[in-house]
Nanobody, 122 residues
Framework: QVQLVESGGGLVQAGGSLRLSCAASGRSFSSYAMGWFRQAPGREREFVAAISWSGYSTYYADSVKGRFTISRDHAKNTVALQMNSLKPEDTAVYYC???????????????WGQGTQVTVSS
């Protein structure tokens, strides 16, 4: 069992930056692949970024590639999403997720946080 709690959301102007953090608890956190998803009003939850259990492999949605960076800290049991050059279309609730394999991270993954709101004003 893995429990996830996101933090770091807020209101920022276009072009600004935010850093989201996901704190994990429960056994075997270090063996799970971790990901970030987002959901805007009226839209389906979509993939943003993922990182393997080792931290060596990362993947990004085309819409955030070059602007967002995912990282993890095994010592602190956290996963972070550094978001730079934010755009109004990045506005959404951002969720942290965990799954046993990076290729299995999806909206159907077993473990989710409660979400944190990110709002980017134009």
């Amino acid at each position: 069992q893995v429990q996830l709690v996101e933090s770091g959301g807020g209101l920022v102007q276009a072009g600004g930056s935010l850093r989201l953090s996901c704190a994990a608890s429960g056994r075997s956190f270090s063996s799970y692949a971790m990901g970030w998803f987002r959901q805007a009003p009226g839209r389906e939850r979509e993939f943003v970024a993922a990182i393997s259990w080792s931290g060596y492999s990362t993947y990004y949605a085309d819409s955030v590639k070059g602007r967002f960076t995912i990282s993890r800290d095994h010592a602190k049991n956290t996963v972070a999403l550094q978001m730079n050059s934010l755009k109004p279309e990045d506005t959404a609730v951002y969720y942290c997720a965990a799954d046993t394999k990076i290729e299995e991270l999806s909206p159907k993954s077993a473990y989710w946080g409660q979400g944190t709101q990110v709002t980017v004003s134009s």
